[in-house]
């Protein structure tokens, strides 16, 4: 069908009020990450 199953290539999730430091923090790490999402609301 054509969909991209999130759910097996999300491997880090933050909210957006954590965003800043996670951010910083997987660019330091840089082991894992594949996708990360931000979640709002």
Do not use: M, N, Y
Request: proline share 5%; no cysteine; charged share 25%.
């Amino acid at each position: 069908d054509g969909a991209v199953p999130l759910a097996k290539l999300v491997t880090h999730r933050t909210t957006l009020g954590d965003t800043p430091r996670d951010l910083a923090r997987w660019a330091h790490e840089k082991s894992g990450l594949i996708k990360a999402v931000i979640q709002v609301g």
